[in-house]
């Protein structure tokens, strides 16, 4: 089964998520309450994370 392409909404929602400060935190240093935030309940309910992790292929808290 082939991935679809992310669409252009994607790839801007993912850029936000790229540079949301929260977010890198939890990517570089890969612990803590801002790791577990990000990890467990902003995966869910941030828009930004589900983009992020469509275009990228990883969740937001993995690093890259």
């Known amino acids: 089964m082939a991935a679809s392409v ?4 994607d790839k801007a929602l993912a850029k936000v998520c790229e540079c949301c400060p929260v977010c890198l935190h939890a990517r570089y240093h890969q612990k803590g309450l801002v790791f577990q935030f990000v990890k467990n309940v902003e995966r869910g309910i941030c828009p ?17």
Do not use: N
């Not at 983009?51 to 292929?57: D, I, K, P, T």
């Open 6 to 9: 992310p669409s252009a909404l």
């Open 48 to 64: 930004f994370c589900q983009a992020y992790e469509r275009v990228h292929g990883k969740k937001a808290h993995e690093k890259r």
